[in-house]
């Protein structure tokens, strides 16, 4: 009894078998090694960014700095005929535009389909998610005629070279996934809570706003998180709509100041290092704040791997 008595805060504290004790050991055994491997790549980058020009070209080379270099990040802002703040800038203007669209957009449009009963309503959404299995390339032609032609037809000119073909899609849903993730997350939200709001007076749209909404945050989150890296990092689209350089995403910057002309002697690769970092910490930085509620909006839509 004393010996049952004794392991039974063993049991409480590990809370495991053995068996699986010795599974996790394993398992951590392979997942640590991976993890250090693919994080070497990104170390890499970053002691790139730090070196000086001498370092650029060592062999064998090395994996950081002898001495960081952090002028190279201000240096970065300071190349000639290269306006990298401005880069960043249009990044943030078209990011920022379309990530309000996708989140107003695809809000609106998941609760449509999960909480309003109209004619061909699954029709329409399997119509919807038919569009998931076209590749981007296959409708680039398309929009791209849509874009010239439609509004040199209606206006007078044209949206090539603007901002607004970037913008615009997705402020009409903003892609199927959205508001598939959306839907999936409303319909598991009671219908109780819409009957008692109707009770107390609320309209649909009040419902939407002061219910759905806020019980939805993480899966908002997940959506939101999917739009600013698709955009901040799209690089396929800003090269088919913008020619003027000074209207170049961050995505194009970075081809435009790899591909200007630049003395042999006195090699970049450190700045455009620098640059690339510079282009992913708002990424990393977002999805670091961001990521208790991608996890939370992931496994609550019933998206499970």
Known sequence: MTAIVGAQPHIAVFGTSPREALRKIVLYAFAVPLAILFTIPFIFSVGSSLK??????????????AVPQWANYVSV??????????????????????????VITA????????????????????????????????????????????PKAIIGKTLIDTYW???????????AFNVFLL??????????????????????????????????RPA????AIFSFLGTWNDFIHPLIYLNSSDKFPLSLGL??????????????????????????????????????YFVRGIVMSGIKG
């Not at 880069?87 to 669209?101: H, K, R």
């Not at 409303?186 to 809570?193: A, G, I, K, T």
């Not at 908002?220 to 959506?223: D, G, K, Y």
Request: proline share 8%; no cysteine.
């Open 107 to 150: 809000a609106i449009s998941a609760y449509g389909f999960a909480r309003f009963r109209w004619p061909g309503r699954d029709f329409m959404f399997m119509v919807l998610l038919s569009t998931l299995v076209l590749p981007e390339e296959v409708v680039l032609i398309p929009k791209f005629l849509m874009f010239n032609n439609v």
């Open 77 to 102: 802002f300071q190349i000639r005929g290269v306006p990298f703040e401005r880069f960043y800038l249009n990044s943030a203007v078209i990011t920022g535009s379309a990530l309000v669209g996708t």
């Open 165 to 175: 073909p970037l913008i615009l899609p997705s402020w009409f849903g903003g892609g």
């Open 220 to 223: 908002l989150a997940t959506v």
């Open 52 to 65: 000086a020009v001498s370092e650029i070209h060592a062999f064998p080379p090395t994996l950081l700095p």
């Open 183 to 216: 839907r999936q997350f409303f319909l598991q939200v009671p219908r109780e809570l819409d009957e008692a709001a109707v009770i107390d007076g609320a309209s649909s749209w009040q419902i939407f706003w002061k219910i759905m909404l806020p019980l939805s």
């Open 255 to 292: 081809r435009y100041f790899q591909q200007q002309p630049t003395d042999a002697l006195e090699p970049r690769e450190h700045l455009l290092m620098a640059a690339s970092l510079l282009m992913v910490a708002p990424a990393i930085a977002i999805y670091l704040a961001a990521q208790r």
